[in-house]
């Protein structure tokens, strides 16, 4: 099984300024990697595939990056509405896996 | 407009038996396929089981593998996760999502999720 790590655990960002989130594999996923955010009592929702392409509907504040197996998700001007529960998942084997996720909080 | 609708959640003893359904609309169900995911209280997301568009082909992950079994039925456009000998450690929010291709994939739709709970 891979296994996905993310850090930090939780990251205290002010409205307005940058986030980055890292998630590493513990082996080659290729690009097959996705970002998610899930807000207090939501279901998750899909941000980033393919390690950088956006999802429909998601704000270009939001890109993604890959260099072998490590992985980022940059949030270029946090806004109120992303202050959220962020997870990574690799979809390039089986069992799917996914980081234990990453608490973007007000600072 | 892709939907997702969980149903079948509720509160069960150990041992005991589940069987959660996804109604799905708003897209060619058979051509896709179809994963749960479920979350622990308090706790980030697990991946459990998928299946392709015909539903030939499955996948499990240990933690559930010989005790759940997903299954579909593309004429009616749902899922099902059958959930035998349940346990504590069974007790989550399980969401069914909706994946980019026939047999694998990101997952690019999420349902609301429904609430099960094992314990006596």
């Known amino acids: 099984e891979i296994v996905m790590t993310q850090s930090p655990a939780t990251l205290s960002v002010s409205p307005g300024e940058r986030a980055t989130l890292s998630c590493r594999a513990s082996?080659?996923?290729?690009?097959?990697l996705a970002w998610y955010h899930q807000k207090p009592g939501q279901a998750p929702r899909l941000l980033i595939y393919g390690a950088s392409t956006r999802a429909t509907g998601i704000p270009a504040r939001f890109s993604g990056s890959a260099s072998g197996t490590e992985f980022t998700l940059t949030i270029s001007s946090l806004q109120s509405e992303d202050f959220a529960v962020y997870y990574c998942q690799q979809y390039n084997n089986w069992p799917q896996t996914f980081g234990q996720g990453t608490k973007v909080e007000i600072k | 407009e892709v939907q997702l609708l969980e149903s079948g959640g509720g509160s069960v003893q150990p041992g005991g038996s589940l069987r959660l359904s996804c109604a799905a609309s708003?897209?060619?169900?058979?051509?896709?396929?179809m994963s749960w995911v479920r979350q622990a209280p308090g706790k980030g997301l697990e991946w459990v089981s998928a299946?392709?568009?015909?539903?030939?082909?499955?996948y499990y992950a240990d933690s559930v593998k010989g005790r759940f079994t997903i299954s579909r039925d593309n004429s009616k456009n749902t899922l099902y996760l059958q959930m035998n000998s349940l346990r504590a450690e069974d007790t989550a929010v399980y969401y069914c999502?909706?994946?980019?291709?026939?047999?694998?994939?990101?997952?690019?739709?999420w349902g609301q999720g429904t609430l099960v709970i094992v314990s006596s």
């Open positions: 708003g897209f060619t169900f058979s051509s896709y396929g």
């Open positions: 299946n392709s568009g015909s539903g030939e082909t499955t």
């Open positions: 082996q080659s996923v290729s690009s097959n």
């Open positions: 999502a909706k994946a980019s291709g026939y047999s694998s994939g990101r997952s690019e739709y």
